[in-house]
């Protein structure tokens, strides 16, 4: 049953995304504006929790893992206060390793070098495509 509140609840959370992107601009066709993609996602994320909401199987919650849920909270946290003051690529792996505490398996050194890859990625995405200029390293 808790389930199935829990999509209710995304679905919420999707309708207000929804709301605030209707406050950005359109633009044309040609030129999009910024209130496209969010709204595009938001619909989606809605559509997609009430479908599931409405035809998922009905079956008892598996028991709450408490410490893969701290340990995605706790590496969001760090993301937030670290990526200003270090730097997107060491936040992004630190923010990665603390994520994968949550898991059962212990592959850390594979972990690690797909955390670094991964981070450059990241940033390349950021810098060149979307043209966002965050720093990879930031000395203070």
Do not use: H
Not at 29 to 34: D, E, F, H, K, T
Not at 44 to 58: D, K, Q
Not at 89 to 111: C, D, H, K, N
């Amino acid at each position: 049953m808790a389930r199935d509140f829990s999509w209710l609840f995304i679905a919420v959370l999707g309708a207000a995304a929804f709301y605030f992107a209707l406050d950005f601009k359109f633009g044309t066709l040609a030129n999009v504006g910024s209130a496209v993609y969010p709204l595009i996602l938001s619909a989606a994320i809605v559509l997609i929790s009430l479908y599931s909401f409405i035809f998922s199987p009905r079956e008892e919650p598996m028991p709450t893992n408490r410490r893969a849920f701290l340990s995605v909270a706790a590496s969001v946290a760090v993301f937030i206060l670290l990526v200003e003051a270090v730097g997107l690529l060491p936040t992004v792996v630190l923010s990665m390793v603390i994520a994968y505490g949550g898991q059962s398996e212990r592959r850390y050194p594979f972990f690690i070098a797909y955390a670094c890859v991964f981070s450059v990625g990241v940033w390349l995405i950021f810098s060149y495509a979307l043209n966002l200029p965050i720093p990879p390293f930031r000395l203070p």
